[in-house]
């Protein structure tokens, strides 16, 4: 079965930087497209930033400039590297795993698979 694992979240201080990872297993990973979304208390899931088979990358423009995705495919990982951290960024963090092209993605919204996400804090 299809199982994606979140690990990287926790506490930190306004500025500060997490590395979040992805492993995921049950699937052709390199024909993925992976992303990472996050969903605060009492708002809508939001996607954070994506990355397709061939390394295309797509980021919301709250955190452009901050965030970098990234993946490693002889791993079956995906990564998001989180700096300049700002209060506004707490949420859970979910990973995805989508077959579909990028421009399906941004157009319909994330389908396929999700991992169970991680806690990420900033606070002072």
């Known amino acids: 079965q299809v199982q994606l694992v979140e690990s990287g979240g926790g506490l930190v201080q306004p500025g500060g930087s997490l590395r979040l990872s992805c492993a995921a297993s049950?699937?052709?990973?390199?024909?993925?497209?992976m992303g990472w979304y996050r969903q605060a208390p009492g708002k809508q899931r939001e996607l954070v930033a994506l990355?397709?088979?061939?390394?295309?990358?797509n980021y919301a423009r709250s955190v452009k400039g901050r965030f970098t995705i990234s993946r490693d495919n002889a791993k079956n990982t995906a990564y998001l590297q989180m700096n300049s951290l700002k209060p506004e960024d707490t949420a859970v963090y979910y990973c995805?795993?989508?077959?579909?092209?990028?421009?399906?993605?941004?157009?319909?919204?994330?389908?396929?698979?999700w991992g169970q996400g991680t806690q990420v804090t900033v606070s002072s």
């Open positions: 995805n795993a989508d077959q579909r092209r990028l421009s399906s993605i941004l157009l319909r919204g994330a389908g396929g698979s």
């Open positions: 049950g699937i052709i990973f390199s024909d993925n497209t």
């Open positions: 990355i397709n088979s061939g390394g295309i990358t």
